[in-house]
């Protein structure tokens, strides 16, 4: 199974429009992320986690030729606003492709973009999906996904498990508190990768110490932060971290 971080950055991406920061003007082409999402794959199987506002442009620069579902761990704007984007897979590969979510994001979906379909139409380019409730675990392709409840402000959030041939990975961008029973679900995976959004508090959003500790309590063999905002700069996160730990950046591809 392959991870591959398409956007590590926060709702407003880095560089942040009209900053001059050390981190939005950083020659180090780590510190420069789109937003949140991630593509999922085995050898037969492609899943996309989120379609944020660069999901076009993410999907260009991956190379990314086939997705075989969309899966949303919520409604927000920079997790959704590209959504339209996979018309262009519906065309390659002529078929409809499911999106997977909760009931409340799907609702939301349906609001914003409501004039998609399960089905052909007269001949319009949009995107054909049908939305598919998330009611327990499931599969797509040769690869199992289990949904888990995360906290993250007052809209219904989730994080995801994947497994394939014995190895899986965990991935939870968006994340303030991390309840009880889904950390005991995420425990044991062989990835897992967090929200890091800063140093300081976020009412929203797990800080970077915070994002440690759980990650320190989950105890994978390898666990990234995702979802950095330009107060944290690569390198000197990366250096203080221990060993099995380490800041994700857009690009990076991860064979798991």
Known sequence: MKLRFLGTGTSVGIPVIGCDCKVCTSPDPRNARTRASVQISSQDTS???DTPPDFRLQVLHAGIRRVDAVLFTHSHADHIFGFDDIRRFNTIQDAMIPAYAPQGTIDDLKRIFDYVSAEKGDGGYRPLTE???IAGDFRVGDIEVAAVPVVHDQKPCHGFI???RGVSVGYAPDCGTMPEASLQR??????MVL????????RTHMTVEQSVQVLGL???TRSYLTH????????ELQLSLGRDMFVAYDG???EV
């Open 186 to 191: 995420f425990k044991g995976v062989d990835v």
């Open 252 to 254: 990076l591809v991860l």
């Open 162 to 164: 994947f497994r394939h």
């Open 218 to 220: 989950i105890g994978a």
């Open 131 to 133: 939305f598919r409730l």
């Open 195 to 202: 929200d890091a959004l800063r140093y300081r508090p976020h």
């Open 228 to 235: 950095m905002c330009h107060e944290v700069e690569h390198g």
């Open 47 to 49: 899943i996309i986690v």
